[in-house]
């Protein structure tokens, strides 16, 4: 599949209740790289595999939850061209401007009717990462500290209208359903869209309340850092949510936990390949255990209502 277009996520605003036990979990327990601080107190984060600048920004706030999640672009032509086709379509956006989040050019914003921010960007510098881009050595220190994914890999986000902001992302930005469970004949439950060969590179849930987050998604390499994650995670006394286990939907392996601020966090690793000339997997609502928790084959109630 050409990578043309929209190319990957490229970061998430998180909101935090307190900015330095924030920093202290996300550097030391997650394993993140503290990029840089604004004058706004936001704290940038990127892991130890990423090369641009920042992919998860921290912002303090009365209550936790997403401002906004952003997908990187190939080209400015391609940012005028989305802008002016998502105006086409009938979505609003606004134009923030280079430097107001820490090195990252211009953004184009858009309301989902989900009731979730989008932000479309090209310019964010490659900062690189420790093994270079010379002969480079396999891994890293920093590969070894916390749970250390190798990158921003998801969101799933919870609200309303999921069929309204399906079409923007297929019709508008290029992106294909891959998987969905579907309530009945007419209306799904869960959505996930891919804009890559990935198993998705975002995902939605109906539910009544809009804005919500349900976690943003971080990739490990292997079934063994999962286990890892795990355990570092009980060292650390993290909650918890569920896991290690595997999904039915994507087949990835999985661990659910809470950062200190409630915002629920995902390891993840593995997924199925997805390409956009593929039918869509369909999951029924007898069989949604097995679709979100395969081994179990039953969802727990904190899964599904616990959103930030």
Request: hydrophobic fraction near 40%.
């Amino acid at each position: 599949m050409a990578m043309t277009g929209v190319l990957r996520p490229g970061h998430a605003q998180m909101r935090v209740l307190d900015i330095e036990e924030s920093v202290e979990f996300y550097s030391k327990v997650l394993g993140l790289i503290e990029t840089g601080r604004d004058a706004q107190g936001r704290v940038y984060f990127k892991t130890w595999e990423e090369r641009d600048h920042n992919s998860v920004i921290l912002r303090q706030a009365d209550t936790a939850g997403i401002d906004f999640f952003a997908f990187k672009v190939d080209s400015d032509a391609t940012l005028v061209k989305l802008e002016k086709d998502l105006n086409a379509y009938g979505v609003a956006t606004q134009r923030i401007p280079a430097g107001e989040l820490l090195e990252t050019g211009e953004r184009v914003r858009f309301a989902l009717p989900t009731g979730h921010d989008v932000e479309l960007y090209v310019q964010k510098p490659d900062t690189a990462n420790d093994m270079g881009e010379l002969n480079p050595e396999a891994w890293c220190a920093n590969s070894e500290k916390g749970i250390a994914p190798i990158r921003l890999d998801h969101c799933l986000l919870y609200g309303p209208d999921i069929e309204k902001a399906q079409a923007i992302f297929q019709d508008v930005l290029g992106f294909f359903l891959v998987e969905h469970i579907a309530l009945d004949d007419n209306q799904d439950l869960a959505i996930w869209l891919s804009c890559s060969t990935k198993a998705h590179d975002i995902a939605f849930v109906r539910h009544p309340e809009p804005g919500k987050l349900h976690h943003v998604s971080f990739l490990l390499e292997t079934w063994e850092q999962v286990l890892r994650a795990a355990d570092l995670m009980s060292m650390n006394r993290v909650s918890i949510d569920i896991g290690p286990t595997r999904h039915g939907v994507t087949r990835g392996t999985t661990i659910y936990a809470f950062d200190p601020n409630g915002n629920r966090f995902e390891t993840f690793c593995g997924g199925n390949y997805a390409y956009p000339d593929q039918k869509p997997t369909k999951w029924t609502m007898d069989e949604v255990g097995a679709a979100v928790f395969y081994h179990d084959r039953k969802l727990n109630d904190r899964f599904l209502t616990v959103v930030t």
